[in-house]
Nanobody, 125 residues
Framework: QVQLVESGGGLVQAGGSLSLSCAAS????????MGWYRQAPGKQRELVALAASGGSTDYADSVKGRFTISRDNAKNTVYLQMNSLKPEDTGAYYC???????????????????WGKGTLVTVSS
């Protein structure tokens, strides 16, 4: 089994910063990508940022220039530094680990993905 444990959420005023981390443990065969998704109340879960094992990153347009994703491959940990936070960044933030594919599209039959339980980020105006 693979476990993902997120930490670092909380309440912050608009314009402030928060840092999230997600540590993966367990029987991890390979990691192709790790990333962060978020879900606001009443909305669908959406991609925030992805970091592939080769070093490439991808961001939602809404967070480009404000959020930075990074990974520590030796620790199987992914981080999300969030600056200049806005009230619309509020939501539950989930960590995702993709093994066998790069977290793009539906999960192929030969691949696996794992989710953390989420950490809440609230940005007050």
């Amino acid at each position: 089994q693979v476990q993902l444990v997120e930490s670092g959420g909380g309440l912050v005023q608009a314009g402030g910063s928060l840092s999230l981390s997600c540590a993966a443990s367990g029987s991890i065969f390979s990691i192709n990508a790790m990333g962060w998704y978020r879900q606001a109340p009443g909305k669908q879960r959406e991609l925030v940022a992805l970091a592939a094992s080769g070093g490439s990153t991808d961001y939602a347009d809404s967070v480009k220039g404000r959020f930075t994703i990074s990974r520590d491959n030796a620790k199987n940990t992914v981080y999300l530094q969030m600056n200049s936070l806005k009230p619309e960044d509020t939501g539950a933030y989930y960590c995702k680990l993709c093994s066998g594919y790069y977290c793009a599209g539906a999960t192929p039959h030969y691949a696996r993905d794992y989710w953390g339980k989420g950490t809440l980020v609230t940005v007050s105006s």
